[in-house]
């Protein structure tokens, strides 16, 4: 598949920003929050303006509150995902994309939503595999830009018990403690089973209609559709699939979430139709008992 022609990649201008940034004096911010902040922005709600995201509250709010810890496990700062965002908010500000006042209130809303997104990041409930599995590695001192590391990793990760897994999912300081709802049982487990099938399957999603603006575009000029989609689809689902994997890959661990789907499935399982019906029926006895 030819990415030109399907323009499945967010192609953001995070270089041009932080370089005006610098220009200003502004705060550093880490390149990889900027990429990531833009990326996301990109494949959101929002418009597009000369190659930037355009921000408004809703969609600071899908950013930091809804969409971020669904794919992000940071490697420092937290926070630095909102002062990228703040970057973004005083670019448009000197571009006369927004007036004073909406800079001002703009900032307070990061600064809210970046408070929250840092608790987001710490609630088990939360989290997907690749950034559980992102965790232990780092935890476990692995070289992450090491696949054969990370392999060896995981395969001794898969010789533990269910027991010892869970042990281990437990002493993760960056995760919040759980005295409740079962801890790191089969109930949690499912639970992130469905949240990573739902992120994912969300961003592929997101990824196809990028690619569809896209092509929308050389319709309107009258040029040929790709090659790509002229009678392959099953071929553009799959440059979808592995392109997805690879972006959650940049913002855990890279090539770690293609590793969890395809060669170790049994260490990050996705519950498939009947295990999830009979998961929720689970929750709706437990939720009718309590009652």
Same mark, same amino acid.
């Given at each position: *598949?030819?990415?030109?022609?399907?323009?499945?990649?967010?192609?953001?201008?995070?270089?041009?920003?932080?370089?005006?940034?610098?220009?200003?004096?502004?705060?550093?911010?880490?390149?990889?929050?900027?990429?990531?902040?833009?990326?996301?922005?990109?494949?959101?709600? @929002?418009? *597009?303006?000369? @190659?930037?995201?355009?921000?408004?509250?809703?969609?600071?709010?899908?950013?930091?509150?809804?969409?971020?810890?669904?794919?992000?496990?940071?490697?420092?700062?937290?926070?630095?995902?909102?002062?990228?965002?703040?970057?973004?908010?005083?670019?448009?500000?000197?571009?006369?994309?927004?007036?004073?006042?909406?800079?001002?209130?703009?900032?307070?809303?990061?600064?809210?939503?970046?408070?929250?997104?840092?608790?987001?990041?710490?609630?088990?409930?939360?989290?997907?595999?690749?950034?559980?599995?992102?965790? +232990?590695?780092?935890?476990? @001192?692995?070289?992450?830009?090491?696949?054969?590391?990370?392999?060896?990793?995981?395969?001794?990760?898969?010789?533990?018990?269910? #027991?010892?897994? $869970?042990?281990?999912?437990?002493?993760?300081?960056?995760?919040?403690?759980?005295? &409740?709802?079962?801890?790191?049982?089969?109930?949690?487990?499912?639970?992130?089973?469905?949240?990573?099938?739902? &992120?994912?399957?969300?961003?592929?999603?997101?990824?196809?209609?990028?690619?569809?603006?896209?092509?929308?575009? +050389?319709?309107?000029?009258?040029?040929? *559709?790709?090659?790509? +989609?002229?009678?392959?689809?099953?071929?553009?689902?799959?440059?979808?699939?592995?392109?997805?994997?690879?972006?959650?890959?940049?913002?855990?661990?890279?090539?770690?979430?293609?590793?969890?789907?395809? #060669?170790?499935?049994?260490?990050?399982?996705?519950?498939?139709?009947?295990?999830?019906?009979?998961?929720?029926?689970?929750? $709706?006895?437990?939720?009718?008992? #309590?009652?």
């Amino acid at each position: *598949m030819n990415d030109d022609d399907l323009r499945l990649s967010p192609r953001t201008r995070a270089d041009d920003l932080l370089a005006w940034a610098a220009d200003q004096g502004l705060e550093p911010v880490p390149v990889e929050a900027v990429r990531t902040v833009l990326a996301l922005l990109e494949l959101g709600d @929002g418009r *597009m303006h000369d @190659g930037y995201p355009e921000l408004s509250s809703p969609v600071v709010e899908q950013l930091l509150y809804e969409r971020i810890y669904l794919y992000v496990q940071p490697a420092a700062d937290p926070g630095a995902y909102g002062r990228a965002v703040g970057l973004l908010i005083d670019r448009q500000r000197a571009a006369r994309r927004l007036n004073a006042k909406r800079q001002e209130r703009l900032h307070a809303e990061v600064d809210w939503q970046g408070e929250l997104l840092c608790g987001l990041l710490r609630q088990p409930h939360l989290v997907t595999w690749p950034r559980l599995y992102t965790l +232990l590695l780092r935890a476990a @001192g692995v070289d992450t830009t090491d696949e054969a590391a990370v392999r060896a990793w995981l395969d001794g990760f898969r010789d533990l018990t269910p #027991e010892q897994r $869970a042990e281990a999912y437990g002493a993760l300081t960056e995760l919040d403690e759980i005295d &409740a709802d079962g801890g790191w049982g089969r109930t949690r487990l499912i639970s992130i089973g469905m949240a990573t099938d739902g &992120a994912r399957l969300l961003l592929e999603n997101r990824l196809m209609q990028r690619s569809y603006r896209n092509l929308a575009g +050389l319709n309107a000029l009258g040029l040929p *559709m790709p090659d790509e +989609l002229s009678g392959d689809f099953d071929g553009f689902e799959a440059a979808v699939a592995e392109e997805a994997l690879r972006l959650i890959g940049e913002w855990t661990v890279p090539g770690l979430p293609a590793l969890l789907v395809h #060669e170790y499935p049994d260490l990050a399982p996705e519950p498939g139709t009947e295990e999830i019906e009979a998961y929720l029926a689970e929750q $709706a006895e437990r939720t009718a008992a #309590e009652e």
